[in-house]
């Protein structure tokens, strides 16, 4: 017993004058291991409880990246179409569909060269227009064979539609102007049809045309190309019969010399004509800021001189800001998702705190008797609420990160993780675990010390 | 020393609500206890001697009366002082041991430390000298259903000597326990007392009132009998 009074002798005082804030620095450390072990206690309980945080989590970033990389591929596919731009293509009237199956019916429909002058002398902000005929045949090189798009354009296309030269080079003014044979093909035609050697120099032929390949193109999604999906429906029951799959670029003066105006079809038997002077045309506005007035100008402009609907006119930063509101939906409705979540998970947590509460009346009578104070339960029982959340919100983190590159590699779609969608959902689920931990934590605190001690 | 008053009652009452009725559990307890005092209290149920022992560990607060612990009125501090009082002043022994069970011995000596603010090292070395003292040194990592009752109790008191308290209480400390590990902690009371611990039993055992210093009687709440022997 000697040693009692020299125990107590030498361990006289505490180092620390006075108890420190449960949270202070100096007892945090202590704090945070007492949770662990209570919850390092209750491992499968443990486990479970965190599950509704995890998924909340996990399910909101892997989403959140899934709809941002779809977003950004269909922003991207706009921006390829220019958000200067407006293009204007033609139609095939509705009505005028139904009588092709007359054999010598010739169809006249589609924007004119006319239509272009009459939009450059009214407009003098529209500063370039590329027009465009679209004819699809059969490319040809020895035995093998592609099915194209013959886009017949002119030189600052690739300027004007965000649409550039792999390698080679694109057909300048004096080539346009001379009607030259020349083309340039896109990427899949010149794997088609030049498999082993290069392109560049090398002569395809359209018919009895023969053209000088001079470049190849950038891939460009075929989406991308024909706009939205309405446009490609009117399109597919067009007389050029639809868009091909692959696409070869020739000077637009070249199509007009060795195709015409007129377009055959020939379908089972039958034979419609089709008479189109220019399938589509760009035209690009110097001021983002100006370009829904100029539709409506360019609108007005050809109501005026179209008796029938044969045109149609689409501006991709409409489409974009389509694009961008379609965007914001999907985050509402996924901020709805994910709130509910996250809801349903702390709704999990407070359950399992409030049967934990019960469960150690009689430890927290025992803390109190030996001078916890009120503040000392309350972060006792908060510390392991947020330390549950926060690992949930940790490993909801860590799956929400490797699914979409999951996603990515094996459904070859485009996910994007942005840096704050993890730190949100993370900060959300911590904060789910204070305040779903509050009330279970006030709750033990706020027991009488006499009562809880008698607890069994 | 003998005369130094280290906790004073006065005019203590408690009146609890039963449902309708008022039940008056203490009825006036005026009792002044000594520094190194070894004070057993007695009585049959119902007496009152648990509400004394809530107040006296600061547990509870009297409906009217002061009670003095150290320098300091502590009937009417509010919750957190009395935390603080229990924490540093008061160490408690309870009949069932109340010791945490996840818990290993020497964490569950160190828990009143915790609150106090010691540094990890220096209340881990104190918590290991204090199982020393109680003669469970060999025990330090095993949790309390490893161990007997009577060890058990052994860490409870360890536990109540940490803060080194002004008075320590215990609540029919030998009361779950066989007669030779009740007569071995009734062994170590008696070594503390000579080491000038105030202890404060209450106990309903004729053994353990007999080796007490002073014996005080309750009955129906108010003291009948306060003898020195």
Known sequence: MDKLSRTLATSRRPSQGRPHHPLAPVRLKGTVALGLKSLWNHRLRSLLTMLGIVFGVCSVIAMLAIGEGANYEVQEQIRQLGSNNIIIRSVKPVEEKKSTSEATYVVEYGLTYDDIDRIKTTIPSVEIKVPGRIMRKDVWRGAKRVDCDIYGTVPWYTEVNNHHVAYGRFFNRVELEEKANVCVIDEGTAETLFPLDAPIGATVHVGAQYYRVIGVMEPKSARAFQGDTESEQQNNGGGSGGHAAHTIFIPLTTAKERFGELLVEQQSGSRSYERVELHEVTAQVVRQEDVIETREIIAALLERHHKKQDYEIIVPLTLLRQAERTKQIFNVVLGGIAAISLLVGGIGIMNIMLASVTERTREIGIRRALGAKRKDIVVQFLVETVILAGVGGLIGVTLGISIPFFITHFAKMKTIITLWSPLTAFSISALVGVVFGLYPAFRAANMDPVEALRHE | ?229
Request: charged share 25%; net charge negative; with cysteine.
């Open chain 2, 1 to 229: 020393m003998e005369n130094v008053h280290i906790a004073k009652t006065e005019d203590l009452t408690k009146t609890y609500m039963m449902g309708e009725v008022n039940v008056q559990a203490l009825r006036g307890v005026s009792i002044e206890f000594q520094q190194g005092d070894y004070v057993a209290i007695m009585g049959p149920s119902g007496c009152g001697k648990s509400t004394l022992l809530n107040l006296l560990g600061c547990l509870d607060r009297p409906t009217s009366g002061r009670y003095y612990l150290g320098e300091d009125d502590v009937s009417r501090l509010d919750d957190d002082a009395l935390s603080t009082i229990r924490g540093t002043r008061i160490g408690f022994i309870f009949q069932s041991y109340n010791l945490i069970q996840q818990l290993t011995v020497l964490e569950n000596i160190e828990v009143p430390l915790y609150y106090q603010g010691y540094r990890d090292a220096e209340s881990r070395q104190l918590a290991e000298d204090l199982a020393g003292v109680v003669g469970l040194e060999q025990r330090l990592g095993h949790r309390p259903y490893e161990l007997s009752g009577g060890q058990q109790q052994r860490v409870a008191i360890a536990r109540a000597l940490a803060n080194d308290p002004l008075i320590i209480l215990a609540d029919e400390p030998t009361g779950n326990l066989d007669s030779a590990s009740g007569a071995e902690i009734m062994d170590l009371f008696a070594e503390l007392h000579e080491l000038g611990k105030t202890l404060i039993v209450v106990t309903h055992e004729d053994e353990i009132g007999k080796r007490a210093r002073r014996l005080i009687r309750l009955h129906d709440g108010q003291v009948e009998q306060d003898t020195r022997n």
